[in-house]
């Protein structure tokens, strides 16, 4: 499988500010996704990262947001916007290797912390 | 709407015995289940999957089982070791070209003790 590497791995930010969480894969990927967990909660997709176009958002996440890149099919970025204590989750990134039947592996994820 | 249950936060196995963790689902278009293990501070992990074509698929000691009827599926642990303590998810795709779409449980904390 892939290795993916996740940076910042945690942080704490005051409200009001953004903060942008980096995805590098050592391999080339099909599909590259943003996850969200909340305290106590399941993982839930936020968006698809489609390479070299918008992302694909899911009902209740909008791109002004929660804005994503993915200028290469190994490396994606995700930002959290104008951040408010709600904000505070673990975000995970998670790769598609190929089509079919895949498992999708995810990174170690970013712990954040909004005051 | 969760699509995707796990009703058990916890569970508590002595080392050496099975663990079984159950996952139900409401959506009948799902078609691939997955578990994942995860440990603190970690990404969830892989362990092993299932298509809807099967009703058991099996990994050294990680078995699944898959009741379609019942839209229900299990994970075997046999024997568990204190390294399986982590948290469980449960999770179910869509059936459907390109679909790549993950719903996850909530989760369970398996607890072996030695």
């Known amino acids: 499988s892939a290795v993916i590497s996740q940076k910042p791995s945690r942080d704490i930010c005051q409200r009001g500010t953004s903060l942008t969480i980096q995805c590098q894969v050592d391999?080339?990927?099909?599909?590259m996704f943003w996850y969200r967990q909340q305290p106590g909660q399941s993982l839930t997709l936020i968006a698809t990262a489609n390479q070299g176009s918008e992302a694909t958002y899911e009902s209740g996440f909008v791109i002004d947001k929660f804005p994503i890149s993915r200028p290469n099919l190994t490396f994606s970025t995700l930002t959290v916007s104008n951040m408010s204590p709600e904000d505070s989750s673990i975000y995970l990134c998670?790769?598609?290797?190929?089509?079919?039947?895949?498992?999708?592996?995810f990174g170690d994820g970013t712990r954040l912390s909004i005051l | 709407d969760q699509q995707v249950k796990q009703n058990s936060p916890s569970l508590s196995v002595q080392e050496g015995r099975i663990s079984i963790l159950n996952c139900d689902y409401t959506?009948?278009?799902?078609?691939?289940f997955l578990w994942y293990k995860k440990y603190p501070a970690e990404g969830p992990t892989f362990l092993i999957s299932?298509?809807?074509?099967?009703d058991k698929n099996e990994d050294g000691r990680f078995t699944v089982f898959l009741n379609k009827s019942a839209k229900h599926l299990s994970l075997h642990i046999v024997p568990s070791q204190p390294g399986d303590s982590a948290v469980y998810f449960c999770a179910a795709r869509e059936s459907g070209a390109g679909s790549y779409q993950l719903t996850f449980g909530k989760g369970t904390k398996l607890s072996v003790i030695p």
């Open positions: 391999s080339q990927v099909t599909m």
């Open positions: 959506n009948s278009m799902f078609d691939y």
């Open positions: 299932i298509s809807s074509i099967k």
């Open positions: 998670s790769v598609a290797i190929g089509p079919g039947n895949q498992p999708q592996h």
